[in-house]
């Protein structure tokens, strides 16, 4: 908890950029279901040296389908991401609340980070790391509604010495667009996961190699109809070289917050299948250090009877 607060006390200092938020059919009325899911990641102390700039790849989207006047929903995501030649630091938030008997709702965020170093001979490549994850659903019927929030961090190191230094620029700008294009295994790694869902299907997975952890807390607890989960993990990773290398570091983030009401229409099923089609196809826009912008993605698609 102590890690939380001093990242928050952290994000009290910034200018919070609200992204891709979506109202329909707003109410003065309590939401039936809701959820909400958050998930940060903190590299820093590099001892390598970064050969140029992080390239940054962020992207947020949110859909909103309801089936009457009666239904609404209300969406929104906040990410963050900050880099410098010592840190590497990301930030993802989604809520989703919806309220009525037939509706579907997504809000979720996607960042990957991707650096290159040079390490010198007989060098000790090292950082420190530390994560969190936060969660919550809450519905107000069981057989009726359902919430999910789901939320993960991670990163990865490789060994890319074999690349020709031409060709890291490629590299980088692909690993962007894809992080899981690298055709080879990482050295180390970290990863961590959570999952709520009032189906009943929660779970907090954490997983890593090469690294040593300093602390190590996760905790997910049931009351009624409201659940909430917490993670939190914080390590070090370091490793020494009697050869020149170049070591590629990837990190990404991501959460999701999802609302729904069962029994949809026809109609309102055509919607959502073509509302998620648009996401599996969404563009991302690339950010770097010197200059940052948000690609914002917001569908509103509305049925009435």
Do not use: C, H, W
Request: charge should be negative; hydrophobic fraction near 40%.
């Amino acid at each position: 908890m102590n890690l939380y607060l001093r990242f928050a006390k952290r994000f009290s200092l910034l200018l919070t950029p609200l992204v891709a938020t979506s109202v329909l059919f707003t109410s003065p009325s309590q939401a039936a279901t809701f959820a909400f899911s958050e998930g940060e990641l903190l590299l820093e102390k590099f001892s390598g040296v970064l050969s140029g700039e992080f390239g940054v790849d962020n992207s947020a989207e949110n859909v909103a389908l309801t089936n009457g006047s009666d239904d609404s929903v209300n969406l929104n995501n906040n990410p963050i991401n900050q880099t410098s030649l010592q840190e590497v630091f990301t930030f993802g938030q989604s809520t989703a609340n919806g309220k009525g008997r037939n509706y579907f709702g997504l809000a979720g965020t996607d960042a990957t980070i991707v650096g290159n170093f040079d390490i010198e001979a007989n060098q000790t490549f090292a950082f420190d790391f530390s994560s969190f994850l936060n969660q919550e659903t809450k519905i107000d019927t069981p057989i009726a509604e359902n919430a999910q929030a789901s939320s993960d961090v991670a990163f990865y190191l490789f060994d890319t010495s074999d690349i020709p230094v031409d060709g890291l620029s490629n590299l980088i700008n692909n690993l962007l667009d894809n992080p899981s294009s690298i055709n080879r295994n990482p050295f180390a790694f970290f990863s961590l996961a959570g999952n709520l869902s009032t189906l009943g299907e929660d779970s907090i997975n954490q997983n890593g190699q090469g690294i040593t952890l300093s602390n190590d807390f996760s905790n997910i607890t049931s009351n009624g109809n409201e659940e909430f989960a917490t993670a939190s993990f914080a390590g070090s990773f370091q490793r020494y070289f009697n050869n020149p290398a170049n070591v590629t570091l990837i990190a990404t983030r991501r959460s999701q917050a999802r609302v729904t009401a069962p029994e949809p229409s026809t109609s309102l099923a055509l919607l959502l299948f073509l509302a998620l089609l648009v996401i599996a196809n969404k563009g991302r826009l690339r950010e770097n250090i010197l200059g940052r912008s948000y690609e914002v993605k917001v569908i509103k698609l509305t049925v009435e009877d």
